[in-house]
């Protein structure tokens, strides 16, 4: 465990060098690594576990066919690696509860006969068990119940490990019966592709993160890209021009600086210009957008944010109402301009 000093504060941090994948093939020697759901972080953390020559089974319920026929395209075989969600749990001593949320409710009552003293459950999100009033999910108390939390989407998960360099993740512990559940936890975050890992809790993982896909991340971005596109557009300027000076510099140019080095350095790469107006500016936004966020950190911490999540997305036409959101913003002007810029870009172009 490394200590590392963030802007003034001291974290522990676990990587891969303190953490080792043989560290992590000892711990879990006499494991039956379970992943349920194979959705979006199912498959990420399945082909990482598996490639790391960790063996894993899959629980997918058949009737769905498009995630089953995914699991069984990356060569899960039924029967022998590829069950029922309820079979596989069965079959887990460490059990990756990777259902969406909504289906960690629907099947909670099943899966929780499934489980047997000593056997280990394990959470990429700290939602079912911190809204448990509104999930029911309250695990046995001869469980070890513990999380780890990729910082990102399954795809990235995968892609990242893929080309050598792994997602950092949040663990924490929630229950702890066996006495061995921060060991299982930390050799199941570097098992799974981690690039490091660094502590929380199951509270405090499922308030900032369902804050940040609500905010800065994903809510708050689109709804600020609109709202600046939407102003160019209503004084005369062209799409192209909108949405260049809206999105594409931003991600063209702009966000890989402030990724490589830091928002001042960002700022210290474009014109003198850019760099008053910015700094002037974002004390603007922040003051303007400040009451919004407390909004939305209240509504987390009080369940509503959960209500609607488990509401809508139990809805059975949860994927057809979705598919139509998603059409109106692919339909709109900003984002049909979107892709009329993108194919522009001149790798692109060369594809054509
Ligand atoms: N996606 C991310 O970016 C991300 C990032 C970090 C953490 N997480 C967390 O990781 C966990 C998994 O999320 P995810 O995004 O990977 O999930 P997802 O893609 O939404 O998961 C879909 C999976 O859940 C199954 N499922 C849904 N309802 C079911 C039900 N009633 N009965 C049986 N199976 C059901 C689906 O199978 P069917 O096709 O049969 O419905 C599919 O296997 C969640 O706790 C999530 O919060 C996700």
């Excluded at 009737?63 to 749990?89: Q, R």
């Excluded at 999100?125 to 448990?132: E, L, M, P, Q, R």
Aim: net charge neutral.
């Amino acid at each position: 465990m490394a200590k590392i000093d963030f802007g003034g504060t001291i974290e522990e941090v676990i990587t891969s060098e303190e953490f080792s994948i043989k560290k992590a093939k000892e711990t879990l020697k006499n494991e039956t690594i379970a992943v349920l759901g194979y959705g979006s972080q199912g498959p990420g953390q399945a082909l990482n576990l598996r490639d790391n020559g960790f063996p894993v089974i899959v629980g997918q319920r058949e009737s769905e066919s498009f995630y089953w026929n995914k699991a069984l395209n990356d060569g899960f075989v039924p029967g022998k690696t590829l069950f029922s969600v309820e079979e596989a749990a069965q079959k887990g001593t460490l059990i990756l509860y990777l259902l969406s949320d909504a289906g960690q409710m629907a099947t909670w009552p099943s899966i929780k006969k499934c489980l047997k003293p000593g056997d280990a459950l394990y959470f990429s999100h700290g939602f079912s068990i911190v809204y448990k009033d509104q999930t029911g999910i309250v695990p046995p108390v001869d469980i070890d119940v513990i999380l780890v939390a990729p910082k990102g989407s399954g795809r990235t998960v995968r892609t990242n490990f893929l080309d050598g360099s792994g997602i950092n993740s949040s663990f924490a512990v929630f229950q702890d019966a066996t006495g061995r559940a921060r060991e299982r936890t930390l050799a199941m975050g570097i098992a799974i592709g981690s690039g490091y890992l660094f502590a929380t809790t199951f509270e405090k993982e499922v308030f900032s993160d369902l804050t940040g896909e609500r905010g800065v991340l994903m809510g708050c971005l689109a709804g600020t890209m609109e709202a600046q596109y939407n102003l160019l557009r209503r004084h005369g300027h062209t799409p192209s021009e909108a949405f260049n000076e809206t999105v594409e510099e931003l991600t063209q140019s702009l966000i890989r600086l402030v990724a490589e080095n830091g928002m001042d350095w960002m700022f210290a790469n474009c014109s003198t210009t850019a760099q008053r107006g910015a700094l002037d500016w974002r004390h603007r936004f922040r003051d303007a957008v400040a009451p919004v966020f407390d909004d939305l950190y209240q509504r987390v911490i009080s369940g509503a944010e959960t209500k609607v999540v488990l509401k809508t997305n139990s809805a059975p036409d949860y994927r057809e109402k979705l598919e139509q959101e998603l059409k109106e913003i692919r339909e709109s002007e900003m984002w049909r301009t979107g892709a009329a810029v993108r194919s522009l870009r001149p790798e692109n172009r060369r594809k054509k």
